[in-house]
């Protein structure tokens, strides 16, 4: 998104290579879909208007719609997983998920989150080599 140049405060899609892709991959039309995201539809009693939405304003609505679509992709597959391998009591083999977050980025570390990302790390090394590794 960027600003439009004769008015900042009004959000333009700047290279739409991208959300073309989008559009033809979610099966949307391309020109409601850039609607959608540089402006919003304010209803009042007898009246409705049309306003632009700021740059911020439509970064947050495009992130919105990422992690929306991610959400349900991943409840989607987690799903298709479950039915594919019908995980019973008397099964040998299923899949885990370990997710230990880890991304800290400070100037400096302290000793204590030192030993916290240290033990995440041997935790995560575990998982994988007693679930993910093949059993013999």
């Not at 209803?43 to 919105?64: C, H, N, R």
């Not at 039915?83 to 991304?103: A, R, T």
């Amino acid at each position: 998104m960027v600003a439009n140049p004769s008015n900042s405060d009004e959000a333009l899609i700047g290279d739409k290579e991208h959300l073309e892709i989008a559009c033809k991959l979610l099966g949307i039309d391309l020109e409601t879909c850039e609607k959608t995201f540089t402006v919003r539809k304010v209803v009042a009693p007898g009246e409705t208007y049309i306003k632009p939405l700021s740059p911020a304003q439509a970064e947050s609505a495009k992130d919105s719609l990422a992690m929306l679509i991610y959400s349900k992709l991943f409840d989607w597959l987690v799903s298709r997983i479950n039915k594919s391998i019908n995980n019973k009591p008397e099964s040998k083999s299923f899949i885990g998920v370990l997710d230990i977050y880890g991304f800290e980025s400070f100037e400096q570390n302290s000793f204590e989150q030192f030993c916290i990302n240290y033990a995440n790390e041997k935790l995560q090394q575990q998982f994988n080599q007693v679930m993910i590794l093949p059993r013999v």
